[in-house]
């Protein structure tokens, strides 16, 4: 049974650890309502003081590459942090690798966080959503509910914070980068990522091979 959470307790529980409202919220439903132990479980999330550094400029970091097996996809991404020192850190170095090979590993993944798609995009999303068969003879605020449903689970899938983590899926992305934040002390930033696949945008030329052997028979 889910307690109800009174807006006091998670407005301290945010005062007391920078973490956003809703990790506060979950924090103290998962802990029946014990503070202490809400901030104990944000700590070792590494929620805990991570939004704080969140508004610091990150003008250092790594660019790192990844290229999977086979040589058929690659990925580069830029990480930034605040200073030099972190970035030559190898916990930060690992972390730069690992968010690489999420991005290799998901191929739906087309932007960084919600916040930079485009509102045409979600309209699109949302349009589509709408349209489809098995919702035309449900009622209004039904199909409201379950377009909304799925077109907040469409956003997830294309943006690289919401995705579980590859090497932990009980962590989204957004949760390993905070749990950095914590460790390493300094905002920690996705900047940009690319990814590449081999042969993509080509066109590949389509061979009749048992064509070729008949016209060189008849040649």
Known sequence: MVIQISLQDIKELRNRTGAGIIDCKKALQSSQGN??????NL?????????????????????????????KIGVLVELNCETDFVARRPE????????????????????IAVKD?????????MRIESQKEDLINKPKEVKEKIVIGRLDK??????????????????SVEELIQYYISLLGENIQVRRFERFILGEGIEKQQINYNQQIIDLINK
């Open 43 to 71: 700590r070792k999330k590494g929620l805990a003081f991570a939004n704080k550094k969140s508004n610091r400029i990150t003008a250092e970091g790594v660019i790192e590459s990844y290229i999977h097996m086979g040589s």
């Open 92 to 111: 930060f170095q690992k972390l730069a690798k690992d968010i690489a090979m999420q991005i290799a590993a998901y191929k739906s993944i087309q932007y």
């Open 117 to 125: 798609i485009s509102k045409q995009t979600i309209d699109n999303e």
């Open 154 to 171: 469409r956003l997830k899938e294309i943006t690289l914070m919401n995705q579980p983590f590859i090497k932990n899926q009980d962590q």
């Open 35 to 40: 503070m202490d132990i809400a901030i104990e």
